[in-house]
Each structure stands twice: as structure tokens, then as C-alpha cells.
Antibody, heavy 120, light 111 residues
């Protein structure tokens, strides 16, 4: 069965960095587009970044552009999110999610999420 | 890119039907048939309930249905059950540079 397991969250000071990882299993990872989505405490969902199956096409939300970098390693069935210059407003649960094999139209599987807390 | 507009809350009694609206513009909801709906129970990851406006993934009860008219998409839940109490989010593909947008979410209370 499809599994997505995030790791790498934690407490970081403003201006600091974190790298989130998402280990995928149960499907052919290299065939699928992937996304990171976040949810601030008590708030709604927000698209953060998404990447094509080959990694050649990438999008970022305006709120993270220039600070976050999405990448993937298809040989390791893994998705990553490098987060730099973190701000208090980046505090959220970050979800890794599987998109379709043909584009960013909807996500059909989500990980359990990893909490990132940015605080001094 | 502004979020799609959803009512903050809706409620209904067991067995009744409710509809949650999701209003956007011709650049998102009205322009593409890529509207999806997600259910989220407290402390849990969201779950896909409807994709491409009206399609149900395998395993989602047929009590859940989706539709679209103009710039507004709708999620209808018929025969409400206690376990349907959750937050619901719509999302749409968009012509903006960020490609996709969520609604603000709707809290469904089953009375």
C-alpha cells in the first residue's frame, strides 16, 4: 500500500534552517508528481511547493519563494524540502503528498505530517 | 493568489443532506475541471474525497458527491453520519503562477 513518511521536523530559531524528508513506498515513486502542503496551528491548508516526476519542473508558493527548495531523489524514493531563513509564520505541520502521474491536479495520498516550530 | 471562498461552518442532523460551496473565479474553479475536496478529522492528515469536480476515489462512500456551476463548486453529503463531522477543504487548479489554491475550509458539525 502507498506510504509516505515525513521526518526532519522540530524546533528551530528564526533565521535557521531545516530539511524535511519524505520516504515513499508502495508505488513507483518516479512516475508521480509530488507536493508539500502545510497547515499552521488551527489554520487551513496551504500549498507550499510541488515538483514534477522527473524533478525538472518546480513551483513554490509566494510565501516561501527564495527561501525553500524542493527536490527529489527517485533512486531513493524520497522527496525533500530544504527550508532556510525560517520565520515564525512558517510554524506548521508539513505534509508530503502524492499528486497524479500527469500533473498537479489533486493529491490522493498524504503522509502523517511533521511539525516545524520556529521560535526563539 | 486569494484562497477560494468556503463557508466557515455548516451543520446538519444525521440522515440529512448538506452542501458546502467553494467559490472562486474564472481563473480557477470556473476555468478548469480540476476541483478536489479533502476531509480532515482533528489531528489527522487530510483525505481525498472528490477529484476532478465529481469523481470519487475508490473507498469513498457514494453519499459524497461533487458538482460545479460557473465559478462555484459544491460538495454534497447525503445521509449525514456522525463520522462525517470534520473539516472540509476544496482546492482548484489555477492559471496563477502558483498553479493551485485551497479554500479556507469548512467545519461540518453533525448535530
Amino acid at each position: 500500500q502507498v506510504q509516505l513518511v515525513e521526518s526532519g521536523g522540530g524546533l528551530v530559531k528564526p533565521g535557521g534552517s531545516l530539511r524535511l524528508s519524505c520516504a515513499a513506498s508502495g508505488f513507483t515513486f518516479s512516475d508521480y508528481y509530488m507536493s508539500w502542503i502545510r497547515q499552521a496551528p488551527g489554520k487551513g491548508l496551504e500549498w507550499v511547493s510541488y515538483i514534477s516526476s522527473s524533478g525538472s519542473t518546480i513551483y513554490y508558493a509566494d510565501s516561501v519563494k527564495g527561501r525553500f527548495t524542493i527536490s527529489r531523489d527517485n533512486a531513493k524514493n524520497s522527496l525533500y524540502l530544504q527550508m532556510n531563513s525560517l520565520r515564525a509564520e512558517d510554524t506548521a505541520v508539513y505534509y508530503c503528498a502524492r499528486d497524479s502521474s500527469s500533473g498537479w491536479y489533486h493529491v490522493d495520498y498524504w503522509g502523517q505530517g511533521t511539525l516545524v516550530t520556529v521560535s526563539s | 493568489q486569494s484562497a477560494l471562498t468556503q463557508p466557515a461552518s455548516v451543520s446538519g442532523s444525521p440522515g440529512q443532506s448538506i452542501t458546502i460551496s467553494c467559490t472562486g473565479t474564472s481563473s480557477d474553479v470556473g476555468g478548469y475541471n480540476y476541483v478536489s475536496w479533502y476531509q480532515q478529522h482533528p489531528g489527522k492528515a487530510p483525505k481525498l474525497m472528490i477529484y476532478e469536480v465529481s469523481n470519487r476515489p475508490s473507498g469513498v462512500p457514494d453519499r459524497f458527491s461533487g458538482s460545479k456551476s460557473g465559478n462555484t463548486a459544491s460538495l454534497t453529503i447525503s445521509g449525514l453520519q456522525a463520522e462525517d463531522e470534520a473539516d472540509y477543504y476544496c482546492s482548484s487548479y489555477t492559471s496563477s503562477s502558483t498553479l493551485r489554491v485551497f479554500g479556507g475550509g469548512t467545519k461540518l458539525t453533525v448535530l
